[in-house]
């Protein structure tokens, strides 16, 4: 069973910068190539944020372009958000997701909250 779980939410001053970390467990991240950061703000559909296509290339949201990092770490099965430059328009619930088997697997989700 795949689990993934996000940590480093929280609440932030326009401007500033967090990192965001999904942990995944029940197989190896690098047997999940396809896997990255989707954001859902009140009212508004679930967005990916950033994430890692099938071949290791990566890809962003035009919003975040510039401001985000997303990157890996294969053997602490890790998938990390590094978010600079925060905006108010940024804040939204961060979920991890991963295709995986025919099957997308999502995490719980953590809160990033932007205050201007």
């Known amino acids: 069973q795949v689990q993934l779980v996000e940590s480093g939410g929280g609440l932030v001053q326009a401007g500033g910068s967090l990192r965001l970390s999904c942990a995944a467990s029940?197989?190896?991240?690098?047997?999940?190539?396809?896997i990255g950061w989707y954001r859902q703000a009140p009212g508004k559909q679930r967005e990916l944020v950033a994430g890692?296509?099938?071949?290791?290339?990566?890809t962003y949201a035009d919003s975040v372009k510039d401001r985000f990092t997303i990157s890996r770490d294969n053997p602490k099965n890790t998938v990390d958000l590094q978010m600079n430059s925060l905006k108010p328009e940024d804040t939204a619930v961060y979920y991890c997701?991963?295709?995986?088997?025919?099957?997308?697997?999502w995490g719980q989700g953590t809160q990033v909250t932007v205050s201007s």
């Open positions: 997701g991963a295709y995986y088997t025919g099957r997308t697997y």
């Open positions: 890692f296509r099938n071949g290791g290339s990566t």
């Open positions: 029940g197989t190896p991240s690098v047997s999940m190539p396809i």
